[in-house]
């Protein structure tokens, strides 16, 4: 079975600008939850949905929104970029919200 | 604020030995654990979860918890070089499906 699938694989963007990252979870997974990793620290919760309703929300300012599709897919828009938004933004998918199953990431750099 | 607390490291072991991560947590409603491996420039990968008091054997590892103590450990038997990699442990208290992970340890087992 494919696992989770995120697309765009690396991206660059200028200060300022917006950015949307795609993620596909795995078949039968009905929980996305996006998460933000910098070096050398844990990934840090952003938002998790569960059948297309949010059902958690992270300490991330209001320029960062998600939303899930019908089928299961999800989007994470991040508006008026800044520096500071520079990571690795990883989308899990779950049954249920327990365990998390990652995927490959999306690099952003912000320049 | 819960929070979720790992040694950094790199934690060095040599082949064949068996290296011991821990993890200690704040929040004592707490009801769900898991490990997770992470290569570097790679996504997280779980590992294992457990639930109750006790040990968990799954192949070379085994998840150790002691809700009393607020405490869950890794151990892994017999490492090999190819288990050199971040080791994040991350924490769901009961009736919330948002883990809290920590930073990682770095784990280095050299031939």
């Known amino acids: 079975d494919a696992g989770v699938t995120q697309s765009p694989t690396h991206l660059i963007k200028t200060r300022g600008q917006h950015v949307t990252l795609r993620c596909s979870p795995i078949?039968?997974?009905?929980?996305v939850s996006w998460y933000q990793q910098v070096l050398g620290q844990g990934p840090q919760f952003i938002f998790q949905y569960y059948e297309k309703e949010e059902r958690g929300r992270g300490n991330f300012p209001d320029r960062f929104s998600a939303r899930q599709f019908p089928n299961y897919s999800s989007e994470l828009n991040v508006n008026a970029l800044l520096l500071g938004d520079s990571a690795l933004y990883l989308c899990?998918?779950?049954?249920?919200?327990?365990?998390?199953?990652f995927g490959p990431g999306t690099r952003l750099t912000v320049t | 604020q819960k929070e979720v607390e790992q040694n950094s490291g790199p934690l060095s072991v040599p082949e064949g030995a068996i290296a011991s991560l821990n993890c200690t947590y704040s929040d004592r409603g707490s009801q769900s654990f898991f490990w997770y491996r992470q290569y570097s420039g790679k996504s997280p990968e779980l590992i294992m979860s457990i639930y109750s008091n006790g040990d968990k054997e799954d192949g070379r590892f085994t998840a150790q918890l002691n809700k009393a103590s607020q405490y869950v450990s890794l151990l892994i038997r017999d490492s090999q070089p190819s288990d050199s990699a971040t080791y994040l442990c991350?924490?769901?208290?009961?009736?919330?499906?948002?883990?809290?992970f920590g930073r990682g340890t770095s784990l280095i087992v050299h031939p």
């Open positions: 991350a924490v769901q208290s009961g009736g919330s499906y948002i883990p809290t």
């Open positions: 078949s039968g997974h009905k929980s």
């Open positions: 899990a998918s779950s049954l249920a919200g327990w365990e998390q199953y």
